[in-house]
């Protein structure tokens, strides 16, 4: 395969920074939503998966953040609904507090494998904010 044109890794690094402008912009919307429905976690051992979602889980569109975490998107809006962890338990990730939020989440999730799980209130709050300085940073 051949690289792409200089023009569309370009274009491409403008519209992926445009995306994360807009989620950025919106993420003092998290702490309202998750106030008010909470979060959930999942962990699959199988797919070494982990996934935090705002409410309950639906449709999403992915936006990589860094190696190791996706924000997780609603389709329509771009609002921040979550995020995931592939290869959870074997990617090094590059920042200490995405470590911790993951590894919040995968002791939450842990208890009931492969189920979505309610995150108690104070864990949620927690996550939420860590969520929003996350992507605001």
Partial sequence: ??????????????EYNAALTRVSARASEVLERVARIGITAY????????VMTVGEPGPSVLLELDTGVWLRLAPE????????????STTPLSSPAIARMRATIFALAHEAPATFIRVPPADS???AGQLRELVTA
């Fill in 1 to 14: 395969m051949e690289p792409a044109p200089p023009s569309v890794v370009i274009d491409l690094q403008t």
């Fill in 77 to 88: 809006s771009e609002q921040l609904i979550g995020l995931e962890f592939p290869d959870a």
């Fill in 125 to 127: 709050a927690e996550l």
């Fill in 43 to 50: 962990y699959d051992p199988e797919t070494d998966l982990a």
